[in-house]
């Protein structure tokens, strides 16, 4: 019955994205050519989940691997030893972060990528919101945090960065909004803009890969005819 419902419920959210992409995403357009001409709709992770959905549950799968593993580090070692909080998996991030990470692991490193990409989230999203009770005041007594890695490493930077207080404070915080916008604008240019393909190298190992075995099924072939002519 949990199988049912898990199933059910993957199929909601893969219909969902269609819908997103069938009738959203031209809707926003018509809004954006008026309003911000050129802009790009910002969509979350599940959208990527149609274009490789083995590779979602193998995602999946792996990110709860890697939680798993991590908790057991936490209570074991690093809970006694420093007092870092312990983070349960939850199935919300590790199935939409660890999913979209299998796809995209999947596009540029295969079967491997998927697995390394899905234990990787899965690693991050247990030691991130740990991590960022520390700079979360009032919630860190609440033992609240957030679950993604996007809040993760984000708010530990800007959190520490106002640590100080007062117009220092203020300065590290948007000094930190600065450069991570920066990074953003030189990734966009120098990578995305120019056409950068991800999984280029994925596709030419994977087509080297395919040229090997049809030259392998070809030289048996030919030592095959060889041994008949022979023999007869």
Request: glycine share 18%.
């Amino acid at each position: 019955m949990q199988g049912l419902l898990f199933g059910v419920s993957v199929a909601v959210i893969l219909y969902g994205v269609r819908t997103i992409l069938g009738e959203l995403i031209p809707a926003f357009q018509g809004i954006a050519n008026r309003i911000v001409p050129g802009a790009v709709p910002a969509l979350d992770a599940p959208i990527v989940f149609p274009f490789g959905q083995n590779a979602v549950l193998v995602g999946f799968l792996a990110s709860l691997t890697g939680g798993l593993v991590s908790l057991a580090v936490v209570v074991v070692l690093l809970d006694p030893a420093v007092g870092v909080a312990v983070v349960l998996p939850g199935l919300l991030p590790q199935f939409f972060t660890g999913g979209a990470a299998g796809v995209y692991g999947n596009a540029t490193g295969g079967r491997r990528g998927a697995v390394c990409g899905g234990f990787a989230n899965g690693v991050l999203i247990t030691f991130l919101p740990a991590l960022l009770l520390d700079v979360l005041g009032r919630y860190r007594h609440a033992n609240t945090t957030f679950g993604d890695t996007d809040f993760g490493w984000y708010g530990i930077l800007v959190g520490y960065a106002v640590r100080p207080g007062g117009v220092l404070g203020v300065l590290l915080a948007l000094l930190v909004g600065a450069v991570v916008f920066g990074l953003a604008v030189l990734v966009q240019k120098r990578l995305v803009e120019p056409g950068w393909d991800p999984g280029a190298r994925r596709d030419a190992e994977l087509a080297r890969q395919e040229e090997e075995r049809v030259r392998r099924a070809k030289e048996a072939g030919a030592g095959g005819g060889e041994e008949e002519n022979g023999g007869g």
